[in-house]
């Protein structure tokens, strides 16, 4: 019985961490692929470390940003910004991801491809 119990835990513990692979494995290529992606320049209007336990009580911290950008005569904002599907930093990590994005800076921004 407690043969069975072992196996049906070590299963469960192979499979999740077959799944995290292939989710990271995701989300590395959708990043690679980005690359291809039309894009066009942003201006980073606001960028702030929020610790993630004020939004969602899990440990770590992540960069909120605004930008705004043009496209032909309309004006858009945007706030979505991706590193490979990952966005749970520590401090350290958070802190250095802001400093690529401050306020009044440009930076390239990729369109959403529309097949994923």
């Known amino acids: 019985m407690l043969t069975n119990i072992a196996l049906t ?16 494995l995701l989300g590395e290529l959708l990043a690679r692929d980005s690359r291809t992606w039309p894009s066009l320049s942003a201006r980073i209007e606001t960028s702030r470390l929020v610790r993630n ?9 992540h960069c909120r940003i605004r930008y705004e950008f043009a496209i032909g005569e ?12 990952f966005r749970y930093f520590t401090r350290r990590v958070a802190e250095s991801l802001q400093q690529c994005y401050r306020v009044g800076s440009m930076k390239k921004i990729v369109q959403i491809s529309q097949n994923l």
């Open 9 to 24: 835990v070590l299963s469960i513990l192979v499979g999740l961490f077959l799944f995290g692979c292939f989710w990271a």
């Open 53 to 61: 336990r004020d939004c969602n009580r899990m440990p770590g911290y």
């Open 74 to 85: 309309q004006d858009y904002v945007g706030d979505t910004i991706s590193f490979g599907g």
